[in-house]
């Protein structure tokens, strides 16, 4: 075993420039597999998913960098900066270019994102074996790998906690690649002053790292108007709102009086025919309880069911909880969107709390006459949780006496076994069921789900200004013709969540799910 060499002042300050920039890399590299997986999730669907096999992806890619690192030779210095400057190119453009291919359609997109990540993943996984590589004079082995690795897991620790809290909601997904992108350009342009005397001629070098510099910084500069353009391509009308939140990627669209609202890509509501589901969701079961003072909403953070129950002056308190204050902040401040739902959210009946549905409910011991569960359908496991046993049971010890819950329940036309899994799910939980389904233009067929501990009774009477429900025709949403009829299914269970994966499986290659 050779023994490292005597430190001196200037090979400490020569390690501690290097064991900086593993910080500095080891962050970009770990930005570039969260942009990806972020981003195949937003444009894909199922976050779950998309994070296992763009990470799984992403980490073998690593894995085969590190091995064809000991195929790299000649000056090594050189050949970290060659690759450093690749991987802010690559790394920080990979947002930008897959966004624009899937807005215009440039070929199979899932084939381009995993073609991306892998290619990013391996310039990444060489990174760090050329620093220890060129640190291994230096350093004693055991120093080396014990710092080269602390550095890296402290930057990847930095990362994970910035990129959820700040990156993505502040600086949004193509900007944060970019940024960093440039960071891994800065490191080469470091590392060529840091070893000048170990170079041999770097003018090359130097004027390549000044045009990564440059595209980089241009890109950065014009991130919002290449975001808008792509956006152009993917939405017929005019954005007239658009937004990352932390949770979701948060689109407004108009043209003419027609206002819609996109959440990750996904039609949530069109202004022309919203009415139809909002009427459905609410009155069937709220006009059946004179007795109700106090309702619960659960999602629902655009307020369009809110202002469906405000039209019962009965009602003293209603209970909005939304998991993303973005939602809930636009629709209480934007003029369009306030008039959209009578400015329900700022009515002083109302209180928004922007918190974990199954959490605020786990916390609080609030009993109310009438529920609602507006969520997004059980695309992915974090929303199927939403619609399992363990969910419902939680849901039933906030009925009052008497007390009923309105569950949306995607389509029993599109998503017949779907749809009828949340119904045996409902019972499963002990509750009596009234499975019912309303034509919404948007969306087709849209199914709904009465429930309670005693069996729901029908309303005599729905409140004035009604567009779409009439006390004739409510009976015929409680009957369900032969291609959307009973079908027998096993309950949601937490430890299973079979409801995502029927509900993937029912609605794959069908367009505009709500």
């Known amino acids: 075993m050779t023994a490292s060499a005597p430190s001196t002042p200037s090979t400490t300050r020569t390690r ?17 597999e969260l942009v990806a997986a972020a981003l195949a999730s937003y444009l894909l669907g199922d976050s779950i998913t998309q994070f296992s096999t763009v990470i ?114 502040w600086l949004g997904l ?60 993917i939405y017929a009308d005019k954005i007239i709102y658009a937004q990352n939140s932390p949770y979701q990627r948060i689109v407004v669209t108009r043209w003419r009086d027609d206002v819609r609202l996109f959440l990750n890509q996904n039609l949530q509501f069109s202004s022309k025919d919203e009415y139809r589901y909002h009427e459905a969701l609410i009155h069937p079961g709220l006009a059946a309880l004179p007795q109700a003072r106090r309702v619960l909403v659960l999602g629902g953070g655009d307020g369009l069911a809110v202002r469906e129950i405000l039209r019962y002056p009965q009602i003293t308190s209603v209970t909005l909880v939304d998991l993303d204050p973005a939602m809930t902040q636009i629709f209480s401040t934007a003029p369009l969107l306030r008039q959209l739902n009578d400015n329900a959210l700022n009515d002083k009946r109302v209180t928004v709390v ?44 906030h009925l009052a006496p008497g007390g ?25 939980a002990g ?17 709904y789900v009465l429930a309670g501990v005693e069996p729901a009774v029908p309303p005599a009477v729905y409140p004035p200004g009604l567009r779409f429900l009439t006390i004739e025709g409510t009976p015929d949403l409680f009957r369900f013709p032969a291609d959307m009829e009973y079908l027998p299914m096993e309950p949601n269970r937490l430890n299973e969540q079979s409801l995502v994966r029927i509900f993937e499986q029912e609605w794959h290659g069908v367009a505009g799910n709500h």
């Open 431 to 447: 509750l009596q069921t009234s499975p019912y389904h309303a034509l919404v233009p948007s969306f087709g067929e849209w199914g």
């Open 354 to 397: 922007n918190d974990d549905a199954a959490r605020w409910l786990e916390e609080h011991a609030d009993v109310f006459d009438f529920i609602v569960a507006d969520f997004p359908d059980p695309s992915n496991f974090s929303l199927g949780k939403l619609y399992s046993t363990g969910f419902y049971r939680l849901l039933q010890r």
């Open 174 to 233: 193509m900007r944060t690649g970019l940024l960093f992108g440039l960071f891994n350009v800065g490191v080469a342009i470091f590392a060529l002053s840091l070893f000048r005397a170990q170079l041999v001629s770097v003018r090359g070098l130097r004027a390549t790292a000044a045009v990564c510099f440059a595209l980089l910084g241009g890109g950065l500069a014009l991130a919002g108007q290449v975001s808008d353009m792509a956006e152009s391509w």
């Open 404 to 428: 009923r819950l309105a569950v949306q329940a995607t389509s029993p036309f599109y998503a017949r076994r779907s749809f009828w899994t949340i119904v045996a799910t409902l019972r499963a």
């Open 16 to 32: 501690h420039a290097l064991l900086a920039s593993v910080f500095v890399i080891a962050s970009c590299g770990l930005v570039y």
């Open 56 to 169: 799984g992806a992403y980490l073998f890619a690593m894995g085969l960098g590190s091995w064809l690192s000991r195929f790299v030779g000649g000056n090594l210095v050189r050949r970290f900066v060659e690759i450093e400057l690749a991987v802010g190119v690559v790394g920080g453009f990979t947002a930008a270019a897959l966004f624009l291919a899937f807005a215009a359609q440039a070929g199979p997109f899932r084939a381009l994102l995993y073609l991306a990540v892998l290619a990013v993943g391996v310039l990444v996984g060489l990174e760090i074996p050329l620093v220890m590589r060129i640190l291994k004079r230096e350093v004693a082995f055991k120093d080396l790998v014990s710092q080269v690795l602390a550095v890296d897991y402290l930057g990847a620790l930095a990362v994970s906690l910035l990129f959820p809290l700040l990156l993505a909601p």
